[in-house]
Each structure stands twice: as C-alpha cells, then as structure tokens.
C-alpha cells in the first residue's frame, strides 16, 4: 500500500470513530466536526516572498477526452470501485474542511443570508466611479462565457457578460453561487451589476489563451466584441462581477487523487463526500458543466510575513451554464443533462433498438415566453439519470449514502430562501423570475422524492429529558402523501434483546422517542453493558435511522449515528 494511500486509511478511520475489537461499536467520543486540512502546513519554500503549491492547469478537450474515454477503460481494467467516501465522522455527516463548510446543513439560514452569499458588504465594483477607474488587465482564459478581469480602487473583478440568451448566463452565475454557498461549497461572490463603457480602460499588451490554447490578443476591440451581445439597461451594459478570489490562485484542482505538494491534502478527492454529493446541486439546477476546469484551489497563508504557512481552500467556480443554456447545435442543447456529449451507453442503446426508444430530450419544448431558459424544465428532470457534459469521477463514485446526505441539505431550501436567490440574479421580467423559482421547487421535490426513498431523512438528532428526537425531512417537506408515514423504533441496550418503544410524532416533522438512562453499576463508561442502539423507522424510507449510545448512568451520550 502506498504512502498516501495509508494517510487516506488512517485519515477515514479517524473520522469515522471505528471501535476497537468491535467494528459494529463506536467509540464513547465526540465526532470530528473540523477536517484536518483546515490546519496550517507549512512548505518547503517557506521565507520565499511568493511562496504557494504549484499552479495546476487544465485543458478541456484533454479533460473531455480523458474522462469520456480513457478514464473510465482505465477503471474497467483495473476493477476500480469508489467505495464509501472517507471524509465523514461519526454522525454520518461531513466535518468542515477546505472543500465545504456547514451551512444549511447544520444551522439555519434566513433568506437575507442565502441572498447575500459569499459576498461581502459592496459586492460589485462601483459603477459610479469615475470614467477610465475600471482597469482591465486581464483576459478571461477558456470557458464559454466571455469576461475580463478589471482591476479597481480595492479589488479586483471578473466581469462576465450574457451570451446572446437575454439575461440568463448572468443571473444564473449569481443565483447558482449563492445555492452552492449555502449549501456549503465554497463558492465566490458574483453579482450582476450595470455600467457604462466610459469606466473601462484596457491596458496594453493583453493576451487571452483560448480553450485550444493559442493565445490571443485582447484590447480595446475585443473589449467591445464581448459586449456586442452583452444585455442593456438604456446606455448600461449587464455583466455579472466575480470579486477576485482571497488567497494565491494555484490553478483547478483535481476531481482525482491529492495534490503532491499540499501537505494538507490526504484524502483523495474522488473518495470525498462533497464532490460526490456535489453531482446532485449540479443536477438540481442542471450545472452540466460542472467540471475541473470550472473550479479554482487558492494557496491562503495564514500570517503574510510567513507566506509558505497557510493551508489551501477549493471553490467551485463558473457556473452561467445552469438553468437552460442554449448551444448553436440545438440538439446539443436538448441533451444537456440527459446525455453525455460521447454517450457511449445512450449509442450502444440506439444502435441496438435502432432509435425507435423516446429519449427526454425528443420531447422537450421551450415555453412561451421563456424561451432565454431554454430547455430547463422540472417535466423531464430524472435527478438518478441525469449527466454533465461528460462523466467526472466524484460524480460516478456518487453512493445512495453520499447521496442522501446532499438531500438532506438541499430539503432545507425553503421557498423563501430560493426567492432570495434568484432575487439576486436581478432579472428584468419578474415571469423569470417566477418561472425559476417554480422549477427548483418542482426539481427539488423529485431529488427528495428519489433519495428519500431508501436512507433514512431523519436529522437533527437532539435529546429533549429522556426523550431522543429527530427531524423526519421527509415529512417536513411533504415529500410523500402522510399515510405512508408509519414509525416504528426498537432499542438495543448491551446484550439485551431488542425491544420496541413507543414513538410521539409531532406536528412539525419531529419525533421523539423514550430512551432513559439506566445502568447504576460501577462498570467502565464504555463497557460493552452500556452499549445503546436505538433504530427508528418512519414507513416511508426503507433504511432506519440508528443511533449509537452510551448509558452512562445520569444521561444518555450519543457517539454515532448511521443510515444503513
């Protein structure tokens, strides 16, 4: 076994609390909430004035080709599997780290907060300022979406402008952010903003590097190409602003493996729960290009006189695709999230059926009215098939649990908190703004509907007295009709046999069950008489919810919890 390989082992076990002698006990501690990554290391170029991690690049079409092709012959030969995802602890959940932060998932957020996302006070550059004050120094390199960077009195920005598609890319980058960042991603500030041209000045001798990487000039004439199809208010050009990233820049990171020279990095990234749960978020608002290139590791030290001491954070980035984005190719864009670009199943099947099966995408329709959306619809949105542009690792090694655990963050959306989102994006026709606000609830209820179904959605695990209560999501949420909501809990105390208690169900989806401390003896806090499992079953899901306890005589002190 290979050195990294035993890091990521010993790092899983640590998370997960295994028991000694016993697999099937946890440990009488607290989960880990805090991953290790977040700790500073420090690097070998450690006094050097820029010193970072080696910048990463990416290129699409070698990306594209590798993970249509490649990749996953290479994962054929190799009986290559995914496995559990190695970075959740004890209570089934994901610790903070460099990849995610607890946000929805672990405490509530009011719509202002969903609504102002990453951002800080003053997201946008000041659209007053003098003419000539917005400094662009440097050029959008590869993506669709067309931008440059400007360089302000404070900071820096990436503007991104529409795409000839009304006002969709822009809102959508805006909106999109701010549901990944509640959600927990690291996901950066982007907010639409109006301007006049006078605010641009160019300077001289900038080049862009294109997707197939041949550089290219970029000046006043290319500045004004780019907003050619950018959207207007009178003289005002639309453009979504990306306030410029904290930290060093070290490219994209890797949707595979570690990177050799963070130290932090011990787990690979594929064997990560949130950039498998990740496949889910991308799915709801149809992020088709959710992709390597589309994401940004930046090197933040912690102490600016010791610049090679810090620890790396990961942001996913770019995401004007979301909601409907239209390619040249109409069929193309009929097929984004339903097929891959190089669907080598979906061409097997036709060849095989000569064609004659209906595919989503045969039927799809743009509305009236709506037509800068596309073909995003809740009609034929199926969350368990739905594709990128083409297959990513994470995504593949995606489990039932994995995905359950992005579900239950993403059924703590309320209606309120999506409006606030797509308030952000600004939109001039409030029929937009309904429309999205409807199809993400419509696509929300099918991802509940579809990872509800087999993992337990009990969460939020709290003792109230003697009693253990839990929020059934499912119910909350209204995912199926009530009469399918029939609970059930069993306890398991030492090497008692299992008995049944009684369940009080509760108006707002909670229940609650009786499991009082007893043991009085002198025995050892976790011996194995003091061992607690409480299953609780809610009808509708075909996985219990347990829970791992110990009786330690004046309370009950809960250590795991797991959703088989």
Not at 106 to 121: D, N, S
Not at 210 to 234: I, M, S
Not at 293 to 317: C, F, K, S, Y
Request: one cysteine or more.
């Amino acid at each position: 076994m290979a050195s990294s390989e035993r890091r990521a082992l010993l790092f899983g076990l640590l998370l997960a609390g295994c028991a000694h002698g016993d697999p099937r006990r946890f440990p009488l501690a607290t989960p880990v909430l805090r991953d290790p990554d977040l700790q500073a290391v420090t690097l070998p170029c450690d006094g050097a004035p820029k010193c970072a991690p080696k910048p990463r690049t990416n290129f699409l079409i070698w990306d594209s080709v590798d993970n249509s092709v490649f990749r996953p012959a290479t994962d054929f030969l190799r009986a290559r599997r995914g496995g559990d995802a190695l970075d959740v602890n004890a209570y089934d959940e994901v610790p903070s780290s460099s990849f995610f932060e607890n946000r929805l998932g672990a405490q509530w957020l009011t719509p202002e907060q969903v609504e102002a996302g990453f951002c800080p006070t003053g997201p946008v550059p000041d659209p007053n300022a003098p003419d000539g004050a917005w400094l662009v120094d440097h050029g959008k390199d590869n993506g669709a979406n067309p931008g440059f960077r400007i360089k302000t009195a404070d900071t820096k920005f990436m503007l991104k402008t529409d795409l000839g598609e009304g006002e969709r890319a822009t809102a959508a980058t805006a909106i999109a952010t701010r549901l990944y960042y509640a959600a927990g991603f690291w996901a950066p500030c982007d907010a639409v903003v109006y301007f006049r041209r006078s605010l641009l000045k160019v300077a001289p001798g900038l080049t862009v590097q294109g997707n197939a990487g041949t550089p290219k000039p970029f000046d006043e004439a290319a500045v004004d190409k780019q907003l050619e199809k950018a959207e207007r208010r009178g003289p005002l050009f639309r453009a979504v602003a990306s306030r410029w990233l904290p930290g060093t820049p070290i490219g994209p990171f890797a949707y595979d493996g570690t990177k050799d020279d963070d130290p932090g990095d011990l787990v690979p990234h594929e064997k990560r729960r949130p950039l498998r749960g990740s496949r889910l978020m991308a799915a709801w608002l149809n992020h088709f290009d959710a992709r390597e290139q589309n994401t940004m590791a930046t090197w933040e030290p912690d102490d600016p006189a010791r610049p090679g001491r810090g620890h790396v954070r990961h942001w996913i980035l770019d995401m004007g695709d979301c909601f409907g984005s239209q390619w040249e190719n109409d069929t193309l864009s009929r097929k984004h999230g339903h097929s891959y670009f190089l669907d080598t199943r979906h061409m097997a099947e036709d060849f095989v059926t000569l064609g004659i099966p209906q595919r989503p995408w045969d039927t799809a329709r743009i509305a009236e009215g709506l037509e800068d959306f596309g073909y995003f619809s809740a009609a034929r949105f199926d969350p368990e098939a739905w594709r990128g542009e083409y297959p990513m690792l994470p995504f593949d090694n995606m489990t039932e649990q994995d995905g359950a655990w992005m579900t239950r963050i993403i059924a703590r959306f309320t209606p309120a908190h999506l409006e606030a989102a797509v308030r952000a994006g600004d939109l001039t026709e409030p029929l937009h703004s309904r429309f999205l606000v409807r199809t993400l609830i419509d696509r929300q209820k099918a991802i509940l509907r579809r990872y509800f179904a087999k993992v337990s959605p009990l969460a939020d695990v709290s003792r109230e007295g003697d009693d253990l209560c839990a929020v059934d999501l499912a119910r909350a949420t209204r995912t199926y009709p009530e009469d399918r909501f029939r609970y059930r809990a069993l306890v398991t105390r030492g090497p008692a046999a299992e008995a049944r208690i009684p369940v009080r169900v509760l108006e707002d989806g909670r229940v609650c069950v009786p499991v009082p401390a007893r043991v009085k003896d002198a025995s050892p806090p976790d011996a194995a008489g003091r061992y607690v499992v409480v299953r609780i079953e809610n009808g509708a899901s075909l996985g219990p919810l347990e829970l791992h306890l110990y009786d330690l005589g004046h309370t009950m002190q809960l250590v795991g919890i797991a959703r088989p």
